[in-house]
């Protein structure tokens, strides 16, 4: 009952920013808690940052805390994901989600993914 587009993504130097954007069709928007995955070519997914419905509790990965930000505006039916000091083991596909369930429950709905690729 979820689409979800991602965009944004590209190419940027170690040290530079990228801003996410994930633009969300369907209702009740603003009930599911959203989030962002990435996969690397050869590796597992794993769940980069995710915001709940609710209140904006957030969840980041060890990796990436301090550096990412996620953030919604349910009025416009979009979550982002600002990305601060790019290290090349950025690198991935990164996937917009979204769950009726908080974490560890896995998200029900998925994006098509935006490429992002850190140089060194």
């Known amino acids: 009952q979820v689409q979800l587009v991602e965009s944004g993504g590209g190419l940027v130097q170690a040290g530079g920013s990228l801003r996410l954007s994930c633009a969300a069709s369907g209702r009740s928007f603003s009930r599911y808690n959203m989030g962002w995955f990435r996969q690397a070519p050869g590796k597992e997914r794993e769940l980069v940052a995710a915001i709940r419905w609710s209140v904006g509790s957030t969840y980041f990965a060890d990796s990436v805390k301090g550096r990412f930000t996620i953030s919604r505006d349910n009025a416009k039916n979009t979550v982002n994901l600002q990305m601060n000091s790019l290290k090349p083991e950025d690198t991935a596909v990164y996937y917009c989600?979204?769950?009726?369930?908080?974490?560890?429950?896995?998200?029900?709905?998925w994006g098509q993914g935006t490429p992002v690729t850190v140089s060194s």
């Open positions: 989600v979204a769950g009726s369930a908080w974490l560890p429950r896995p998200p029900e709905y």
